[in-house]
């Protein structure tokens, strides 16, 4: 665990301000730039584990600056350069209030949601008769509100237009980008052997008024990737999918009795301490 970067703690010529978020600290630079240092932690239902992963934060960053390059012709990005494996600088922009979140298979939280009897998720209508990891006709979006504290929370569109969290011409685009950022996901995806199952998008708005696509994007911290061989097979067998995610840890947790509100964070962090 020598190699793992669990925190960093800079101050920059110009410095205005630093967010110490769950696996990343952005510092603000003159309220113009954005760097955005990765770390080595890791997280699941709003909680950091008290153990980071070796090498885990320059994997994502790379990840996350390759699609970002192979999706900008879709809709602008904030990433300006990435000078070290694990940082990112970017144009700052002014985040929208909801992520914006696609499915394209029953998995991880909705084929939670949709074992516990629910047939509608985010105002979305899921066709009955569906096992876990079974795709769905077509994705659906489950956006959720981007919490500043606590956990983010399941929103449906009218909800969000209704409280004035978007614009509904800005979310009609959120919607659109989406769609088409997840579409080029899951052709790249495809060339690897992969299936993007799911994935969740941060937009904000640039300087000048711009949409512009934020953070990190198709990574296995952000999103759900299943291997493409043996796929069926194991579907038709009731077998769980080979993944690359960090599905792995939620289950863990879940299967040790923590799942995000039904304890408390110090809870969680003691018993794995």
């Not at 769950?22 to 760097?35: C, G, H």
């Not at 980071?52 to 390059?69: E, R």
Request: charged share 25%; aromatic share 10%.
């Amino acid at each position: 665990m020598e190699n793992t970067i669990l925190n960093t703690d800079f101050n920059f010529p110009g410095q205005t301000d630093v967010y110490h978020g769950k696996v990343r600290e952005v510092y603000t630079i003159n309220n113009e730039l954005l760097v955005m240092i990765v770390s080595d932690r890791i997280s699941a239902f709003d909680v950091v584990m008290p153990k980071g992963i070796p090498y885990k934060g320059q994997v994502l960053n790379q990840i996350a600056a390759k699609f970002l390059d192979a999706t900008n012709d879709i809709v602008p990005n904030w990433k300006i350069a990435t000078p070290d494996p694990m940082v990112t600088i970017g144009k700052y922009c002014e985040p929208f209030k909801v992520e914006m979140v696609i499915r394209g298979y029953l998995s991880g939280h909705a084929w939670r949601e949709y074992r516990a009897g629910k047939r509608v998720l985010c105002g979305v209508e899921m066709p009955d008769g569906m096992k876990e990891n079974d795709k769905f006709p077509t994705p659906i979006l489950t956006p959720t509100t981007k919490a500043d504290v606590g956990h983010d929370e399941d929103i449906s569109r009218e909800e969000i237009l209704a409280q004035g969290l978007v614009s509904e011409e800005d979310y009609l685009l959120l919607e659109k980008y989406t769609r088409e950022i997840f579409q080029r996901g899951t052709d790249i995806a495809a060339d690897m052997g992969l299936i993007l199952v799911d994935t969740k998008y941060e937009f904000g708005k640039d300087k000048d008024g711009n949409i512009t696509l934020i953070d990190e994007i198709h990574t296995p911290d952000s999103s759900r990737y299943f291997y493409m061989d043996g796929y069926s097979d194991r579907q038709d067998a009731d077998q769980p999918q080979k993944q690359l995610s960090k599905e792995f840890v939620r289950q863990w947790l879940i299967s040790n009795g923590f799942q995000g509100k039904m304890v408390s964070k110090y809870q969680i962090w003691m018993s794995l301490s």
